[in-house]
């Protein structure tokens, strides 16, 4: 009888993989324990690999052991009485349901070091902003042809931008994955070319939805770059608000005319965040 794939992973003792590793790196339900508090967990891998090399405990008393050690150092990563300590004992009761044997416990330590650790290390790495693929061929687009050209700077700024980064996370994921798949090749737990494969879509499922996060934070400040790398370039310096300004709007530069009004630039792709 041929498996479905949902019946495959399903079978697989690295079912939970995926779900572990975004367990640790969920905000609101769980309190990102994979992002803050990383050392910790690095350590806390340690000891349970250790305490799951041990002989002398049956396989009844190991599996009590780990878990028990697993849940309470989660628990004891957040100060209690505070708002991250809610969201940890969040973590240890949906973890209490979903660890029932010691290569579940194995497979939270496997999530820990070979997806939720490298994306972090590798999400450090990814470009915040476009500036440093654009200005240079900005800045000879306005030497050569002025402000009558600036329509076709600000498309340009976009394309490049866009292929920059890209092209640096592209380079990040692949240099990523390989370095996975040598971990995977050194993994002295047993493990079968489909539990390779989830370990490996994990990975790039949750380092894609980490990298989306990044595009979408790139894209807002985008335009807003480009038209301060304008008004730098024909030496607009900008100023602070003025003092009877209350509004909720948000305003991205301010700028002092010679007749001593004040004028506010919000830069934005879409009216949605503007219209009030």
């Known amino acids: 009888m041929v498996l479905t794939p949902h019946a495959a992973i ?15 790196l969920n905000t609101d339900q769980y309190g990102a324990l994979g992002k803050l508090k990383e050392r910790q967990l690095l350590e806390l891998v340690t000891v349970l690999e250790n305490l799951a090399s041990q002989e002398n405990f049956s396989a009844e008393e190991k599996f009590r052991l780990l878990k028990n ?31 029932h044997t010691v290569e579940d416990v194995i497979v939270f330590c496997t999530a820990v070091k070979y997806v939720v650790t490298p994306i972090n290390r590798a999400i450090l790495l990814v470009p915040s902003d476009d500036k440093k693929f654009c200005e240079t061929a900005a800045k ?49 737990i047993p493990h079968s070319k489909l539990d390779d494969n989830i370990i490996m879509t994990a990975f790039v499922q949750e380092f894609e939805r980490r990298l989306g996060q990044k595009r979408k934070a790139r894209g807002g400040t985008s335009l807003e770059t ?12 900008s100023t602070t608000a003025p003092s009877h300004f209350d509004q909720d709007i948000e305003v991205d530069k301010w700028f002092k005319c010679r007749d001593g009004w004040i004028v506010g630039i919000s830069c934005k792709r879409t009216l949605r965040e503007r219209w009030k």
């Open 10 to 24: 399903q079978k697989s003792p690295f079912k939970n993989i995926y779900w572990f590793s975004r367990y640790l």
């Open 69 to 99: 050690t697993l849940l309470t150092e989660i628990e004891n990563m957040a100060r209690r009485g505070t708002k991250s300590y809610i969201l940890a004992l969040n973590l240890v009761q949906r973890l209490d349901k979903d660890i």
């Open 140 to 188: 000879n687009i306005l030497d050569t042809f002025g402000e009558e050209k600036i329509d076709s700077l600000i498309a340009t700024w976009d394309d490049l931008g866009v292929k920059g980064c890209l092209d640096a996370e592209r380079a990040l994921v692949v240099e990523e994955f390989m370095r996975l798949i040598e971990n995977l090749s050194a993994l002295n």
């Open 226 to 237: 480009v038209a301060d790398f304008i008004f730098r370039y024909y030496g607009f310096k």
